[in-house]
T-cell receptor, first 109, second 114 residues
Framework: AQRVTQPEKLLSVFKGAPVELKCNYS??????LFWYVQYSRQRLQLLLR??SRESIKGFTADLNKGETSFHLKKPFAQEEDSAMYYC???????????FGAGTRLFVKA | DTGVSQDPRHKITKRGQNVTFRCDPI?????LYWYRQTLGQGPEFLTY????????KSRLLSDRFSAERPKGSFSTLEIQRTEQGDSAMYLC????????????FGSGTQLSVL
């Protein structure tokens, strides 16, 4: 069965510190992985997707098929990064996107 | 176009009542999804439409739940005989083939069943 695991419910870091939000997935096929973010009082929105290999707002994520992971990283956290982050998996040829339980990132001044 | 629109934003109802939510997707998007989110959890897939065809329903969607997208534009989600366990945020999302599976979400409808 497809599953997305985000082991940390809450991650608290100081401004300027590196941050890594962990995501592991379970899927036997070729996955498409995403990170979605929800800022306070805003709707859920796409942050980045692995096939784009892009950096958005300083965040990057690398798909590691051997470890079935897609961790989100940023070298220097900013206060405005405080938000709820969801890792998501879309199965090959499918239309169902499966979300993890989310990690709340709190960046302290 | 202001994105995916959902109505109402909040709904309070008594147990046993029927409720209906509406979702207006981004106009050029042919794919529409309903998700449910409870406190401390990520969105859970409920159902999916491609144009007017409902192509998949989750096992989470009991017989009391029904969704329609009659003209391939807006969609409605109805819950009959609501139960307290139905209390949740109901999210609608849309996408198009060009965007792959990038989902654009609405603000959601928060349902409280008393």
């Amino acid at each position: 069965a497809q599953r997305v695991t985000q082991p940390e419910k809450l991650l608290s870091v100081f401004k300027g510190a590196p941050v890594e939000l962990k995501c592991n997935y379970s899927y036997s096929g070729s996955p498409e992985l995403f990170w979605y973010v929800q800022y306070s009082r805003q709707r859920l929105q796409l942050l980045l997707r692995h096939i784009s290999r892009e950096s958005i707002k300083g965040f990057t994520a690398d798909l590691n098929k051997g470890e079935t992971s897609f961790h989100l990283k940023k070298p220097f956290a900013q206060e405005e990064d405080s938000a709820m982050y969801y890792c998501a998996l879309s199965v090959t040829g499918g239309f169902k996107t499966i979300f993890g339980a989310g990690t709340r990132l709190f960046v302290k001044a | 176009d202001t994105g995916v629109s959902q109505d109402p934003r909040h709904k309070i109802t008594k147990r046993g009542q029927n409720v209906t939510f509406r979702c207006d997707p981004i106009s050029e998007h042919n794919r529409l999804y309903w998700y449910r989110q409870t406190l401390g959890q990520g969105p859970e897939f409920l159902t999916y439409f491609q144009n007017e065809a409902q192509l998949e329903k989750s096992r989470l969607l009991s017989d009391r739940f029904s969704a329609e997208r009659p003209k391939g534009s807006f969609s409605t989600l109805e819950i009959q005989r609501t139960e307290q366990g139905d209390s949740a945020m109901y999210l609608c999302a849309s996408s198009n083939r060009q965007g792959g599976e990038k989902l654009f979400f609405g603000s959601g409808t928060q349902l409280s069943v008393l």
